[in-house]
């Protein structure tokens, strides 16, 4: 009995227990507590601020810059975790007050969202030919110029440096060239505008849009025939602020240096060219053997690690109605040709951008702002007489550099060639020079939403550049041809302001959930207006750069006074513009644009141009028939566009026939031989140019596959255009200029692919791989000149030399033309055989040892008939390698780029000078039968080899490591909750470069008029060497 009641106790006792356990668990479940956690990246673990923790249905907070968050709760409650860029991820609130979040990044929303013209758009429905490139891959390359870091991260985009000195520009050629006038294309930041990005911090850039077809381009109408680059610089975000510190310093050297003769090779040289040209030897053997190396010019003008630095101070953060993000930069780079004191560039950075909702979201105010203030000086990069360079090849190594005072060596006394001057000295006395540049470019826009998804926005927009200069001319005496009697000072200022005013309205609906609209129109007007003041004089009181000014110039005889003023021609456009954007089921796409310009530089009846576009795309694996592939291929869009683009890029009142006050030749009235003042037309007029037209078609895909590892794009391309601005042929009787009209034809057709994997070995270490490449094929039509040639100039390569380079019907634009070779005369019986069909000796004068021009027309006479196309210096094929991995802290990457199919045109010598100095190549020149098959004697004039043959013409193809950089974040280490990252990082520019050139750098973007690819003595790039860190508050 006992038993049974003790038994019975305990079933009470048990009963009772499980009814209170359930009770405190149903009371558990109603209490609302706080939950704490943190949100960290699954790929490193890196705490990820400003993630969004909302409890479904209910509130919700934003994680700190420690990926940690604190939220009201209570079990049972679904905590919803969403980034940008992360797949979102729901938690179910258990009996645990602390949760450990891992996000894993979601490939397809990373790039969810691109810039369009006037807009954005999801990357999955764009149907154009565009690609992005984060800010965060530029700021790797550690570059000062934005531009060399998108090199090799856009296919069909090349982009070659001008010269390496500092502060140069890049030449950024987008699907080929398409006019002999300015190729570059148009640039917009944050929707302003402009003709340049150099003077941006790469730091403060979120992302880099390139669009590359006519429909994505025609928003933009006339400014947009070359393809558009839009820049968006960075935004503040809601959740903390956050504050930034990112900095570099590097030491820059020359990678590769060209090699001249020393003074033993060089004096043999010129024996056996005396001997050839018929004279005695200038040395004995005794002399050349007692000679030491003489002076290596290329050594004297190039200095060894050279600084380059940035510091960059940023700040962002924002709320649900505000965010702002500003910075403060600061940029040198010292040139490492002639130094700081020659060739040195400063840039100071501010940026301020900002956003505002007002009146319940209603309203939107906010602006973006960036202002660079520029200090710089440099040497001469230009063409054979602007070439600080040139010199240094061509000066012989006797000259020394100094005389026994440490002064700069005068040669005016030399018994070889008093002609002849010290080259670092003629570019430090011709370059005294310093020039600041103030650029202030931004906006201010008011946006209003009245009714959900209708829009309105108005911007403001400026773009306002200052620059003022001054140069000054010392006394020097170098050489009898290189001397200066009198101090000179010459002071310039400039000034322009760009504004712009545009106006939108969009409307986004759909129609039974199914079909998505969006409606836009706009309008946009600008106006630009400047000024220029210089002013020059002599006789300077003193004789240093410093105190180079007007006020310091005693001179006061009026002939040598120099002043000058003038307004910069006002330029005008006034445009309206409308896109229709629908899509179905965000399975079919079409998009429409239209846009008409109105420009200043054209005549009234001709100033208006209208450039449409359309485009479409299919989303196949939204198709149900597609599902089946799903285990493979994640996604695949199809798309094709056409559009037509414009180029209004001409000099202003073209149209014209402007007047021209001068003293003619003419004589009026008894008295002779003086000359009377008068006017005339200098061109005649006309009235019916107008734009340049680009008409492109596109087809292309996008793909990605294995769960959205690898990614596939590609396009195909036809891009003809047409209406060149060249000059008419007509009648030397007309009595001035010839006009200019619209002719001329190119087409550029070609293909470009882009493919990239991203994968994880184990939990910690991951990489990407990505590789691109474009094909470009570029022909030129019918131009309607005389003989249907648009000519290049004449002494480009050195003094007298002929032209060899043109345009014409079947061939690239620029291409080098010139005569073919079939090897060296090796003895005189190849001489007097080498004879035309009908037996005439083609090359009578030839001796052995001389070049052996190919007799194209076969005609027994060696002229401009048997010249043709002999190199090209536009390349077949563009590419790209970029390559990254991370393991842990660690992290490396690597960027190189290339070109396949460019050839060099390459003249260091001053063929019109016979003492010139060779470089090395001259070794192995034809000295005797079988010596040498490919570079022919030497002689005094080297007349039978001067003329431009494939013998100038050099393989241009490269391979470039444009960046290699391994880091690592020290974050973890600190275990500071205010320090998210301490990433410190070694890098190396311009690591090394595989081609077959034997200069000293392959990469020439430097052009003028409509050539290219041609290296005078060219100012190399340098390989730079720096430590960098990247710290986050």
Do not use: C
Not at 308 to 321: C, L, M, S, V
Not at 465 to 476: D, H, K, N, Q
């Amino acid at each position: 009995m006992n038993k049974i009641i003790t038994k019975g106790k305990i079933v009470v006792f048990l009963w009772t227990m499980i009814f209170a356990l359930s009770l405190s668990n149903s009371v558990l479940a109603q209490t609302v507590r706080k939950i704490k956690g943190a949100v960290t990246d699954a790929k490193d673990a890196q705490p990820i601020p400003g993630v969004t923790v909302q409890v479904k249905g209910g509130a919700g907070t934003s994680t700190d810059l420690n990926g940690e968050f604190s939220v009201s709760a209570k079990a049972g409650d679904v905590l919803v975790i969403t980034f940008l860029g992360y797949k979102e991820k729901q938690l179910t609130v258990g009996s645990s007050d602390k949760y450990n979040i891992n996000l894993v990044e979601d490939s397809r929303a990373l790039d969810e969202v691109v810039v369009i013209g006037y807009g954005t758009q999801k990357k999955k429905l764009v149907t154009g030919a565009n690609v992005q490139v984060k800010g965060e891959d530029l700021q790797k390359q550690s570059t000062t110029n934005a531009l060399q870091a998108l090199q090799g991260q856009a296919p069909g985009v090349q982009i070659t440096s001008t010269s390496g000195q500092p502060g140069e520009a890049l030449n950024v050629v987008i699907r080929g060239k398409g006019t002999v006038g300015n190729s570059g294309p148009l640039y917009v930041v944050d929707g302003v505008q402009t003709g340049d990005i150099n003077y941006l911090n790469p730091a403060d850039i979120e992302s880099i849009d390139v669009l590359k077809d006519a429909a994505s381009a025609a928003i933009y109408g006339s400014q947009s025939a070359n393809g558009v680059v839009l820049v968006t610089t960075k935004s503040g975000k809601s959740g903390k602020s956050q504050i930034t510190f990112d900095a570099y310093f590097g030491e820059q050297r020359l990678p590769r240096q060209a090699n001249l003769l020393n003074a033993q090779q060089y004096a043999t040289i010129m024996n056996e060219a005396a001997i050839n040209s018929g004279k005695s030897p200038y040395f004995t053997n005794d002399a050349i053997a007692a000679m030491s190396s003489g002076t290596n010019w290329i050594d004297q003008m190039f200095v060894d690690k050279a600084p380059t630095q940035n510091y960059t101070f940023g700040a962002q953060g924002g709320n649900e109605t505000s965010n702002y993000s500003a910075s403060l930069a600061y940029t040198n780079q010292q040139g490492i040709v002639g130094g700081e004191s020659l060739s040195n560039y400063e840039r100071y950075n501010i940026r301020i951008n900002s956003s505002h909702k007002l009146y319940k979201d209603i309203i939107t105010l906010g602006e973006n702002v960036s202002f660079a203030y520029i200090n710089n000086n440099g040497i001469g990069v230009g063409n054979q007489y602007n070439n600080s360079l040139r010199g240094a090849f061509n000066t012989s190594p006797f000259v020394p550099m100094y005389d026994d005072k440490g002064n700069f060596f005068d040669n005016s006394n030399s018994d070889w060639n008093n002609g002849e001057a010290n080259p670092y000295a003629t570019m430090y006395y011709s370059n005294q020079n310093t020039n600041n540049n103030q650029r202030l470019l931004g906006n201010i826009y008011l946006g209003v939403e009245p009714i959900k998804n209708l829009r309105f926005k108005t911007t403001l927009g400026l773009d306002y550049g200052a620059f003022e200069g001054r140069s000054f001319l010392p006394v020097y005496s170098l050489s009898i041809y290189s001397f200066n009697d009198v101090t000179n000072v010459n002071q310039n200022m400039s000034k322009g302001r760009a504004l712009t005013w545009d106006n939108q309205l969009s409307y986004n609906f759909n129609l039974k959930s199914v079909h998505n609209f969006e409606v836009m129109v706009g309008s946009s007007s600008y106006q630009y207006s400047g000024s220029g003041l210089n002013a020059s004089n002599k006789n300077l009181i003193f004789n240093d750069l410093e105190h180079a000014w007007l006020t310091n110039a005693t001179n006061t005889e009026g002939a040598n006074i120099g002043l000058g003023g003038a307004p910069n021609t006002p330029d005008k456009r006034m445009s309206y513009f409308g896109r229709l954007t629908y899509n179905y089921k965000e399975k079919y796409m079409l998009n429409a644009t239209l846009r008409g310009d109105g420009s200043s530089r054209f005549a009234a009846g001709n100033r208006w141009g209208f450039f449409p576009s359309v485009s479409a795309g299919w989303v196949a694996t939204n198709e149900a028939f597609m599902k089946s592939t799903s285990g493979w291929l994640d996604f695949f869009k199809l798309r094709a566009s056409w559009g037509q683009v414009g180029n209004q890029n001409i000099a202003a009142f073209q149209y014209l026939a402007p007047i021209k006050f001068d003293n003619t030749n003419y004589i009026f009235g008894q008295e002779e031989a003086v000359l009377a003042a008068g006017a005339y037309p200098s061109r005649l007029g006309n009235p019916d140019l107008t734009w340049e037209t680009s008409e492109q078609t596109d087809i292309g895909f996008d793909a990605t596959f294995l769960n959205n590892k690898f990614s596939v794009n590609f396009d195909y391309y036809i891009k003809d255009t047409k209406d060149w601005l060249i000059t008419a042929p007509i009648l030397a009787t007309a009595g001035a200029d010839a006009p200019f009209i619209n002719g001329g034809t190119v087409r550029n057709s070609g293909v470009e692919l882009a493919l990239n994997y991203r994968d994880k070995i184990g939990d910690n270490f991951n990489y990407t791989i990505g590789i691109n490449g474009a094909y470009n094929k570029n022909k030129v039509g019918n131009i309607p000149t005389n003989d249907g040639i648009i000519h290049g100039e004449v002494n480009r390569l050195y003094d007298n030399s002929l032209e060899f380079y043109r345009a014409e019907n079947g061939f690239p634009i620029g291409y080098f033309w010139g005569l073919k070779t079939a090897g060296i005369f090796q003895n005189e019986g190849e001489v007097s055989s080498y004879k035309a069909p009908n037996g005439t000796l083609i090359q009578p004068s030839a001796k052995p040892g001389d070049v052996r021009y190919v007799d194209l027309n076969n005609d027994g006479v060696i002229d401009n008939e048997d010249r043709t196309m002999v190199g090209k210096p536009n390349p077949d094929y563009t590419y790209g390698i970029n390559l990254s991995a991370s393991y842990k802290g660690f992290d490396f990457a690597l960027l190189a780029s290339g070109v396949v199919g460019a050839d060099i045109v390459q003249s260091y010598r001053n063929q019109a000078n016979a003492k010139a100095n060779y470089s090395a190549s001259i070794l192995d020149r034809w000295h005797g039968e079988g010596s040498s098959f490919t570079t022919p004697r030497v002689t005094e004039d080297n007349k039978n080899w001067t003329q431009f043959s494939d013998l100038y013409i050099k393989n241009g193809d490269y391979l470039r490591i444009n960046n290699v950089t391994l880091g690592y974040d020290f974050g973890k280490l600190f275990k500071k909750s205010y320090l998210s990252q301490v990433r410190l990082y070694f890098s190396v520019q311009n690591l090394y470069t595989f081609t077959k050139y034997d200069g000293m750098d392959p990469e020439i973007g430097y052009n003028e008029s409509f050539s290219s690819g041609v290296d005078l003595g060219y100012y190399p790039r340098p390989r730079t060497m720096m430590l960098g860190a990247n710290i986050k508050f």
